[in-house]
């Protein structure tokens, strides 16, 4: 189980309804805060997710068995995606 600040870029932060938060996540794992985000968040961050980019302390990750690290930016796909 990790907390993990969540930072939110343009139109992920426009779904989302904020620019960060501190989500728990188990397994600490790419997939499973994705999981969870469109869990939370509905279809619009399915739409945002699927082509957009996950940055896991700084390196963009693709792989969702990866471990989390202390920080996660979201970033929607003209953002680096």
Do not use: I
Not at 9 to 20: C, I, P, R, S, Y
Not at 49 to 65: A, E, I, M, T
């Amino acid at each position: 189980m990790a907390d993990v600040l969540v930072r939110y870029f343009a139109a992920a932060a426009d779904v989302a309804g904020l620019e960060e938060e501190t989500v728990t996540v188990h397994p600490a794992t790419v997939g499973t805060l994705q999981e969870q985000l469109v869990a939370r968040y509905g279809g619009g961050m399915t739409r945002v997710l699927k082509n957009g980019s996950f940055l896991v302390d700084g390196v963009v990750v693709r792989d969702p068995q990866r471990p989390l690290g202390r920080q996660v930016d979201v970033l929607p796909p003209f953002a680096g995606g």
